[in-house]
């Protein structure tokens, strides 16, 4: 298994779409040149904020072919696989291409609600399916069911490949029980833009962030900053972002970022069904807060 460094500033991609929801593919590869002038430490593709439930696998194919010739191995690249059939995933990582690819990112099965003990087989049998980093991604907002700390450190132990956590339950509690008693090489990282400062505090080594492809730079600097212990200098941008964190997420992920980034001229404000662009008094109020940071917009 080959190391990876997920500290610092990981950036959830979007997926642009065109006005007639195509997949903007050049858009996505400005946005990804963006990135990586930016000081993104790495990339998480087809997860969550990309809205791969819409996305054919043709164009999850083609996404991935842009941004690993785009990347081409600057920076680390995670790629969500994830599922809630467990067979459907094993198969996948061992049939696919993953050239180009450092790690996987694999959620909590959804829908389903799985037992604890359920949670540990299904990333029992991913780990054993696959030579590659696996990232675990507890997020029970989105899938119904939590991963409980006794069972992400159980995986942790006992899954050799299983190099770290995204965490976004929101229970500082648990979170601070795994950086507590996890594992040497396993690393805790934030699954949300606005707790991200207070878990480095406590010993997470960045996010996986949704706002960092609106503002990269500003972003990872405050990562960088509080893993540095100048929480002082990191506390001041963290504050700075407080109410586009809340703009961010009020109608929903990624409605908020694509609305803040078709405000700084990076993509048309599409996205595909079930989900809806934000609210025109949201979009108001996030191009008033770009303003105030004297974003052009």
């Known amino acids: ?10 950036v959830a991609l979007i997926t642009p779409f065109k006005e007639d929801e195509s997949v903007d593919y050049e858009a996505l590869g400005k946005l990804v040149d963006y990135q990586l002038q930016n000081g993104t430490d790495y990339l998480v ?12 696998e043709e164009e999850k194919q083609n996404i991935i072919q842009l941004v690993v010739s785009k990347v081409n191995s600057r920076i680390p690249i995670v790629l969500g696989v994830g599922g809630n059939c467990t067979r459907t995933i094993v198969e996948k990582l061992k049939k696919d291409n993953f050239d180009g690819i450092d790690a996987i990112l694999s959620v909590v099965p959804y829908y389903n ?18 030579p590659l980093p696996i990232v675990l991604y507890n997020v029970p907002g989105r ?6 700390a006794e069972t992400t450190l159980r995986i942790a132990r006992e899954c050799k490949n299983v190099v770290a956590i995204k965490e976004a339950s929101g229970n500082i509690t ?5 950086i507590k008693n996890k594992p040497e090489n396993f690393d805790v990282i934030s699954g949300d833009d606005g707790i991200t400062f207070p878990l480095i505090t406590l010993g997470a080594v960045g996010v996986i962030s949704v706002i960092g492809n ?8 405050m990562v960088r900053l509080g893993l540095a212990g100048d929480y002082d200098n990191a506390r001041t941008i963290h504050h700075s972002f407080t109410e ?12 908020g970022v694509k609305s803040m980034l078709n405000a700084m001229g990076y993509v048309e404000n599409k996205l595909r069904l079930p989900l809806v ?21």
Do not use: W
Request: glycine share 6%; net charge positive; charged share 20%.
């Open 1 to 10: 298994m080959a190391n990876i460094n997920l500290k610092g500033m990981g």
């Open 45 to 56: 593709v087809l997860g969550t904020t990309a809205e791969t439930p819409t996305l054919t």
């Open 113 to 130: 609600k799985p037992s604890q003990e359920g949670i540990y087989q299904h990333y029992k049998a991913i780990s054993e399916a696959t």
């Open 143 to 148: 899938t119904g069911v939590n991963m409980t």
């Open 174 to 178: 648990q979170m601070d029980d795994i």
């Open 214 to 221: 609106a503002f990269p730079r500003e972003f990872s600097r």
């Open 244 to 255: 586009l964190f809340n703009l961010l997420f009020v109608d929903g992920n990624p409605a």
């Open 277 to 297: 662009p934000t609210r025109i008094t949201t979009f108001e109020k996030i191009r008033d807060v770009l303003r105030q940071l004297n974003i052009k917009c």
